[in-house]
Antibody
Framework: QVQLVESGGGVVQPGRSLRLSCAAS????????MHWVRQAPGKGLEWVAL????????YYADSVKGRFTISRDNSKNTLYLQMNSLRAEDTAVYYC??????????????WGPGTMVTVSS | QSALTQPASVSGSPGQSITISCTGT?????????VSWYQQHPGKAPKLMIY???KRPSGVSNRFSGSKSGNTASLTISGLQAEDEADYYC??????????FGGGTKLTVL
């Protein structure tokens, strides 16, 4: 069965960096576009970033552009999110989610349980 | 990348039908038949309920249906059940491989 499991969350000071990972199993990872979606405490979902199935293209929300980098290692079935220059407003649960297409259809059919990132001094 | 507009809350009694709207623009909802809906229970990950405006994934009850008119998409839940109480989010393709979510709607089953 399809499984996505995020890791790497924690408490980090403003301005510092953190890298999240998402381990995928149960499907052909190298055929799927993959996204990061976040949810601040008590707030709604916010799309963060997308990477195409082969890693050839990346796209970002304006709120994280230039600070976050999405990447993937298809040999390890793992998705990453490098987060630099973190701000208090980046505090959220971060979910990885599979796109039903190899690029983007904005249809997320599987989600991980999420990992919490808290940016605080 | 402005969020799609959803009502903050809706409510209904068991057995009734409710509809949640999701209003975007001609740059997202109005331009693409790539609107999806997600159900989220407290402390849980979202679950895909409707994709491509009106398609249901395998295993999702046929009590859930979707539609779109112009820049507004809608999710209808018929025969409301207690377990339908949750937050619901719409999402649309917004061009250039980006996505945009709605602000979410809290459904209360009275």
């Amino acid at each position: 069965q399809v499984q996505l499991v995020e890791s790497g969350g924690g408490v980090v000071q403003p301005g510092r960096s953190l890298r999240l990972s998402c381990a995928a199993s149960g499907f052909t990872f190298s055929s799927s576009g993959m996204h990061w979606v976040r949810q601040a405490p008590g707030k709604g979902l916010e799309w963060v970033a997308l990477i195409w199935y082969d890693g050839s293209n990346e796209y970002y929300a304006d709120s994280v552009k230039g600070r976050f980098t999405i990447s993937r290692d298809n040999s390890k079935n793992t998705l990453y999110l490098q987060m630099n220059s973190l701000r208090a407003e980046d505090t959220a649960v971060y979910y990885c989610a599979r796109d039903v297409s190899g690029s983007s259809s904005s249809t997320f059919d599987y989600w991980g349980p999420g990992t919490m990132v808290t940016v605080s001094s | 990348q402005s969020a799609l507009t959803q009502p903050a809350s809706v409510s209904g009694s068991p057995g009734q039908s409710i509809t949640i709207s999701c209003t975007g623009t001609s740059s997202d909802v109005g331009s693409y038949n790539l609107v999806s809906w997600y159900q989220q229970h407290p402390g849980k990950a979202p679950k895909l309920m409707i994709y491509e405006v009106s398609k249901r994934p395998s295993g999702v009850s046929n009590r859930f249906s979707g539609s779109k008119s112009g820049n507004t998409a809608s999710l209808t839940i018929s025969g409301l059940q207690a377990e339908d109480e949750a937050d619901y989010y719409c999402c649309s393709y917004a061009g250039s491989s980006t996505s945009v979510f709605g602000g979410g709607t809290k459904l209360t089953v009275l």
